[in-house]
T-cell receptor, first 115, second 113 residues
């Protein structure tokens, strides 16, 4: 769905703890999902992606979980570090060719890591 | 640096002026995308190219906006007769064949006075 409002959901964690950032997507026909990290004044940075034929995918310190039944996506960050502080966006891409190549972004979550 | 580059990084203009932004994608990426992002929001899709062909345009892309990718490499986004509501971060992304994933550039921040 489209982002609304100017107030981002926030998540505050202690350094070293695990973080879980959640995202609800809108289109049950979407077949590809992706997470980005965006620091202030910078462009979104690719973190990890997952196709709809998978439930879980792991990267370095990050795991993405996909629950198609409830249209829910989550990003888990292990041993969160101060450098992880940023806004995190999930995005989806439809399987329908008529939707072209565009990503549809969800509302971001601001992650704050306390040292 | 072999990432997506954008120029300029910042642009301040007066209402009614025309502005043009440039995007250089990652080498050999055949898809190029333009998005717009306002404060506190996620990026919103504007248009995308596969090679030099513009395949999709969002309804957000009014007739004052035009994008080109003449040789299938760099792209330009022009805004004519700028309005204050055009103030935003304009992001470019590129992707390899298959379209996944999209890698973003640093953006061009536009302020229309």
């Amino acid at each position: 769905g489209e982002s609304v409002g100017l107030h981002l959901p926030t998540l505050s964690v202690q350094e070293g703890d695990n973080s879980i950032i959640n995202c609800a997507y809108s289109n049950s026909a979407s077949d590809y999902f992706i997470w980005y990290k965006q620091e202030s004044g910078k462009g979104p940075q690719f973190i990890i992606d997952i196709r709809s034929n998978m439930d879980k995918r792991q990267g370095q310190r990050v795991t993405v979980l996909l629950n198609k039944t409830v249209k829910h996506l989550s990003l888990q960050i292990a041993a969160t570090q101060p450098g992880d502080s940023a806004v995190y966006f999930c995005a989806e891409k439809g399987a329908d060719e008529n939707q072209g190549g565009k990503l549809i972004f969800g509302q971001g979550t601001e992650l704050s890591v306390k040292p | 640096d072999t990432g997506v580059s954008q120029d300029p990084r910042h642009k301040i203009t007066k209402r009614g002026q025309n502005v043009t932004f440039r995007c250089d994608p990652i080498s050999e990426h055949n898809r190029l995308y333009w998005y717009r992002q306002t404060l506190g929001q996620g990026p919103e899709f504007l248009t995308y190219f596969q090679n030099e062909a513009q395949l999709e345009k969002s309804r957000l892309l009014s007739d004052r906006f035009s994008a080109e990718r003449p040789k299938g490499s760099f792209s330009t986004l022009e805004i004519q007769r700028t309005e204050q509501g055009d103030s935003a971060m304009y992001l470019c992304a590129s992707s390899p064949r298959g379209g996944r994933p999209q890698y973003f550039g640093p953006g061009t921040r536009l302020l229309v006075l």
